[in-house]
């Protein structure tokens, strides 16, 4: 298949890439970071509906994922406007244009559109609360998207992996820190599922492949909190988990609100793929073994200033 993805800098993004190389034709879309991948790359701002219409006309895709978003909470509370440029409108322009043509789309949410009041997992038939201007901006993405496409994939994810900067994802954050016996702060009351880059990218393709659409939750299939998920990270890197200090995230000096409970279930999505969701183990191994070839230093050499962040 000849596929475009968005956002093809971000965390998702160039990983999905990496693994949809191996099958499909890719074409990522970028702002500049780039340079040197092993998939053709074309340059635009996402924020402007011209831009989206000549670039689906110009790469010709038959499939479209969305991974371009602004994705930190902090930014979408200082910028609502931003936030529901890229959250909210893009998704639907993408959306719509990709109805218009007969592509297939896929566009990435957030389990964040809950706000983790629910005692117990939250399903795709759960009404969403979202608590801030992030998760209310990708709750309306998510609407603008379906409502224009009806047969769009809408995932709601949480992952962690290796980024182009070295420093997007939790994953990252503990092992960084940790290498560098720094200590660290885990909170012990936020409850998430959280998926290895690289298995969410396979899933994002296999659910494509089956003809799947409507909404998905895509995360891990094992609840813990982020304390937790720091000394898993720990004791499979062979690091100080010592360091890490269980905190609650209730002043911790974030400005966007966290929900305390992110478990979503994935009996949905595993039900229709006709499999288990991969173990939290299998990806954490994933994530050791990726260090230890070198994955990091190949997408980081991707970057366009790569000798100087290295
Ligand atoms: N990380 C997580 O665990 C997590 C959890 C829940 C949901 N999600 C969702 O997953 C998706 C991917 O997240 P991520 O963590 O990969 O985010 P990310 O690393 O911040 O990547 C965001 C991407 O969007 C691009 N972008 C931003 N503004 C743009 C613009 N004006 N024009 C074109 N591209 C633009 C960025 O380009 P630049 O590099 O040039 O800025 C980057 O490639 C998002 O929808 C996010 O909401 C992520």
């Not at 968005?6 to 191996?22: F, K, V």
């Not at 499909?24 to 509906?49: I, M, N, Q, T, W």
């Not at 110009?58 to 979408?76: D, G, H, M």
Request: glycine residues 8%.
């Amino acid at each position: 298949m000849r596929l475009v993805i968005t956002g093809a800098s971000g965390l998702l993004g160039i990983n999905l890439a990496m693994e949809s190389l191996r099958e499909h034709e890719v074409v990522g879309v970028d702002r500049g970071k780039l340079r040197s991948a092993p998939f053709d790359v074309v340059r635009a701002d996402l924020r402007y509906p011209d831009t989206v219409e000549s670039l689906i006309d110009s790469t010709r895709p038959e499939w479209l994922i969305n991974c371009a978003a602004l994705a930190n909470l902090e930014a979408c509370e200082e910028d609502p406007l931003q936030a529901k440029i890229l959250n909210t409108d893009l998704p639907g322009a993408l959306a719509a244009a990709c109805a218009k043509r007969n592509i297939r789309f896929a566009h990435i949410s957030t389990d964040a559109v809950f706000d983790g009041t629910k005692d117990g997992f939250y399903t795709e038939e759960d009404e969403p609360s979202p608590p801030g201007v992030y998760s209310q901006t990708k709750l309306d993405g998510e609407r603008a998207a379906q409502q224009a496409n009806p047969g769009a994939i809408i995932a709601r994810v949480n992952f962690y992996g290796w980024s182009l900067g070295a420093q997007r994802s939790l994953g990252e954050f503990f092992v960084n820190n940790l290498s560098e016996a720094k200590q660290v702060n885990g909170f012990t009351d936020v409850i998430f599922c959280p998926m290895l880059v690289n298995d969410t990218a396979r899933l994002l393709l296999e659910m494509l492949q089956k003809d799947l659409s409507g909404l998905y939750n895509l995360v891990g299939g094992q609840r813990m909190s982020k304390y937790q998920f720091g000394v898993e990270v720990a004791r499979t890197f062979g690091l100080r988990e010592d360091l890490i200090s269980p905190r609650s995230v209730e002043g911790s000096g974030l400005t966007a609100k966290r929900s305390h409970n992110l478990w979503l279930s994935t009996h949905k999505l595993s039900t229709d793929l006709g499999h288990e969701i991969p173990a939290f183990s299998t990806g954490l191994t994933e994530f050791y073994t990726q260090l230890q070839q070198s994955y990091p230093q190949k997408i980081r050499s991707y970057q366009h200033n790569a000798a100087l962040t290295a």
